[in-house]
C-alpha cells in the first residue's frame, strides 16, 4: 500500500506478494476486497492485543494506560498495516468507511468503562467515545503522514490523558497518564 | 481596461471549468470523469481546458485548493462572527455543517478527489490544522493554558472530520446537524471542564447569537458573488511560478533547504511536507538536510527567522528614508505589503503557515509583532494631552495584530497579489487614532 489505495492494482499486489494472478482471485474478489481483508485482519490483531494487555491490570485507567500502549505499540511495529487501515480508511469511499467505523466501535466498550467511573456517566455526549477513538486514530495518521512512525509510542502520555479527563476529570487524568504502563509490550 | 477584460475572461472560463468539473466528478466519481464530459458541461472547448490545467489530476487538485481556501475563509469569517470561544468554535461547526448540506456535490466531490491521492489529502491536512488551532484557543480561556497537550486540538479536528466525513460518504448529510452538539460537548471539555460541556450538549445544534449564515444555499450552478471569486492563476502555486528572490537562492545549502522548504510548503502546506519534499526542491541530500538540521520543524523556524530578518530589514530602510511619521508609516507598510506580494510562497510560510505550525513558532510570531510596535509608538511624540489620553498602552500592539490579520486572511484566500492594493485601509486605519481620521485619510489617499 506505499502507493496509496486508489493507485494499486491488481498486479502490484500479485507482484508483490509472488503470487500468480489466478490464486489472487481464488482468495479474493477484487482490490476492494483484499483491501478489506487485510484492515480486517490488523483491526482484529489490535483488538486481541489491547485487550490481552488491558486484562492483566485492574482499574479501569489502568486498563486504557496499557491497552493504548500495547496499540500503539503495534502500529508503529507495523506502519504499512497502519497506513492501509487509518490513512486510506479516510480517503478511500464507502466500504473503507464502513471498516473504519467498524474499527472504531471495536474500541468503544473499553472506554464506555469510563462512564461507570465518572460521576457524569450517561450524561456525557453519546458520541465520547468514537470521538476520543476516532482523535486517536487521526493522531496516529498525522504521525504516519509525517513519516514519524517511530515516535508514535511516545506519544501515549498524551494520549491517555485526552482519552481520561472526560472521564475523570483533569487531574486525576494527568496523574494516571504519568504512570508507565504495567503491560510489557515487548 | 483590454487586460482587465481578459483577466476576467479567463476568470470567468476557469471557475466555469471548476464548477463543471466539481458536479461531474461529483456525480461520476474520480475514475470516470474526463476532461471531455467536463468540457462539454461547462460549454467550452479543450483549449480553454489546457489553458487552465495541465490534465485532468491538475484539474482536480486546483478545484480542492480553492475548495479548501474558500472553506477556510468562511470559517474563518464564522469564527470572527463571535466574541467568546466556545461560541466562537460553535459558529464554525454549524458553518461546516451548514455548508455540506447545502453544497451536496461539493460534498461529494472533496470524497472522490481524497481518493486520488496524498496530495489532496495534504491540502485537507492544511485545512484541519487551521480548525485544530481554533480549537487550541480554548486554553487562553484556562488558569493553567498549558495544561492541555497540544495533541488535544488536533486529535479533536481529525476526530470530528472522520464523523461527519463517514455520513458524507453514507449520504447521510441531513444527520449532520446532530453532531453539533457532540462534537461542541467534546471540544469544550478539555478546556472548560464537563459542565461547560454538558452545556453544549443542552444547546443542541442551534448556532450561536451572532453568527447568521451569509448565505442558505448557493445552487451550484450560480458562480460565487464577485467579492469571493478568486483570482485564477493564484489559487494554486505552481512550482517555479514565483521564484524566490536571490538573497534566497542558493548560493550556500542552508538557504537552499529553506528555500526548498518554502516551496514544498506553498504546494503541500506545512503538515503534508516531509523532509523527502524539502530536499527535492533544494536539490540536495538528504545528508545534507540533517547536517543543517535536526527535523522539519527546525528548519521551518530557520526559514521563518530569515524571512522575517528579510521583511523587518525592508521595513526599516523604508521608514527611515520618510522624513515625518505619518509617511515613514505608509513607506514602512508599503514595503512589508510589496515584500509579501511579490513573494507568495515566503508570505504564506511566515504569515499564514507559521501560525498553525505549533509552539515554537507561534512565539515568535507574537515577537514579530512586538518588533513592529516602535514605529507606531513614535507617533505618539509630539501630540496632545487629548490624543495621548485616547492612547492605549496596547493600542501599537493591536494595530500590527489587525494589520497581520488582513493580510493572512488575503493570502488565505489566494489573493497575495492583491495584497498592495491594502495599503491605504491600512494606514489609514493605523494613523487614525493618532492623527484623527480626517488627516489619516489624507495621507493613506495621496498618489
Known amino acids: ?186 | 481596461m483590454l487586460e482587465t477584460e481578459a483577466r476576467t475572461a479567463a476568470a470567468s472560463e476557469r471557475a466555469q471549468l471548476i464548477e463543471a468539473l466539481i458536479e461531474v466528478a461529483a456525480e461520476r466519481g474520480y475514475m470516470d470523469t474526463s476532461i471531455e464530459m467536463v468540457i462539454a458541461r461547462a460549454g467550452l472547448d479543450r483549449p480553454a481546458f489546457d489553458r487552465h490545467f495541465r490534465g485532468k489530476y491538475d484539474g482536480f487538485l486546483s478545484a480542492w485548493q480553492e475548495m479548501n481556501e474558500e472553506c477556510m475563509a468562511s470559517l474563518m469569517r464564522a469564527y470572527d462572527s463571535e466574541q467568546h470561544w466556545p461560541d466562537r468554535l460553535r459558529a464554525v461547526a454549524c458553518e461546516v455543517v451548514g455548508s455540506l448540506c447545502n453544497e451536496p456535490s461539493r460534498a461529494c466531490f472533496a470524497v472522490e478527489v481524497l481518493a486520488a491521492g496524498d496530495a489532496a489529502r495534504a491540502r485537507r491536512d492544511m485545512t484541519m490544522r487551521v480548525i485544530a488551532s481554533l480549537i487550541d484557543a480554548g486554553r487562553k480561556e484556562m488558569e493553567d493554558p498549558e495544561s492541555v497537550p497540544h495533541t488535544t486540538a488536533e486529535a479533536l479536528a481529525g476526530s470530528a472530520y472522520g464523523q461527519v466525513y463517514a455520513k458524507v460518504v453514507r449520504g447521510d448529510t441531513d444527520e449532520l446537524p446532530k453532531l453539533i452538539p457532540q462534537l461542541m460537548s467534546a471540544a469544550v471539555m478539555p478546556y472548560l471542564g464537563v459542565e461547560a460541556a454538558l452545556e453544549e450538549l443542552d444547546r443542541g445544534s442551534n448556532p450561536p447569537d451572532r453568527y447568521r449564515r451569509p448565505v442558505a444555499a448557493i445552487p451550484a450552478d450560480t458562480p460565487v458573488e464577485n467579492g469571493e471569486e478568486y483570482p485564477p492563476e493564484l489559487a494554486r502555486l505552481p512550482p517555479g511560478r514565483h521564484g524566490l528572490p536571490r538573497e534566497f537562492v542558493a548560493h550556500n545549502q542552508r538557504e537552499r533547504l529553506i528555500a526548498g522548504l518554502a516551496e514544498a510548503i506553498a504546494e503541500n502546506g506545512y503538515s503534508g511536507t516531509t523532509i523527502a519534499h524539502i530536499t527535492r526542491h533544494a536539490a540536495v541530500s538528504r545528508r545534507t538536510f540533517y547536517e543543517h538540521f535536526a527535523s522539519k520543524d527546525e528548519c521551518f523556524v530557520a526559514a521563518y527567522d530569515t524571512v522575517m530578518a528579510e521583511l523587518r530589514e525592508r521595513v526599516g530602510r523604508a521608514f527611515e528614508e520618510e522624513e515625518d511619521w505619518p509617511h515613514a508609516v505608509k513607506a514602512g507598510i508599503g514595503a512589508m505589503l510589496h515584500f509579501l506580494a511579490a513573494e507568495p510562497n515566503l508570505a504564506r510560510l511566515c504569515m499564514v503557515e507559521a501560525l498553525v505550525a505549533g509552539p515554537v513558532v507561534v512565539e515568535r510570531y507574537d515577537s514579530a509583532i512586538q518588533s513592529f510596535v516602535p514605529y507606531f509608538q513614535t507617533g505618539r511624540e509630539g501630540r496632545s494631552p487629548e490624543v495621548l489620553a485616547r492612547l492605549s498602552p496596547t493600542t501599537e500592539e493591536a494595530l500590527v495584530g489587525g494589520m497581520m490579520s488582513l493580510i493572512s486572511r488575503r493570502i488565505i484566500a489566494g489573493k497575495t497579489d492583491e495584497l498592495e492594493s491594502l495599503l491605504p485601509d491600512l494606514v489609514e486605519f493605523t494613523l487614525t487614532p493618532y492623527l484623527g481620521s480626517g488627516e489619516a485619510a489624507k495621507v493613506a489617499r495621496e498618489g
Not at chain 1, 98 to 116: D, T
Open chain 1, 1 to 186: 500500500m506505499e502507493k496509496g489505495y486508489r493507485a494499486v492494482t491488481v498486479a502490484d499486489i500479485v507482484r508483490r506478494a509472488g503470487i500468480a494472478r489466478n490464486t489472487f482471485y481464488e482468495n479474493f474478489s477484487s482490490k476492494e476486497d483484499c483491501f478489506l481483508a487485510a484492515s480486517e485482519f490488523a483491526v482484529k490483531e489490535a483488538l486481541r492485543r489491547v485487550v490481552d494487555a488491558a486484562s492483566k491490570v485492574d482499574t479501569w485507567p489502568a486498563r486504557v494506560n496499557s491497552g493504548l500502549s500495547a496499540f500503539l505499540h503495534y502500529v508503529a511495529s507495523e506502519p504499512a498495516l497502519a497506513r492501509t487501515c487509518i490513512v486510506e480508511a479516510l480517503s478511500a469511499g464507502p466500504a473503507a468507511v464502513e471498516r473504519y467505523e467498524r474499527s472504531i466501535q471495536a474500541f468503544v466498550p473499553l472506554f464506555r468503562m469510563g462512564r461507570k467511573v465518572s460521576p457524569h456517566g450517561e450524561e456525557l455526549p453519546g458520541t465520547l467515545e468514537e470521538t476520543i477513538i476516532g482523535g486517536i486514530f487521526w493522531i496516529i495518521y498525522q504521525r504516519i503522514i509525517m513519516g514519524q512512525t517511530e515516535q508514535i509510542e511516545e506519544l501515549l502520555p498524551e494520549l491517555v490523558e485526552f482519552s481520561l479527563t472526560p472521564y475523570l476529570g483533569a487531574e486525576a487524568a494527568k496523574r494516571a497518564a504519568a504512570e508507565q504502563p504495567s503491560a510489557a509490550t515487548g
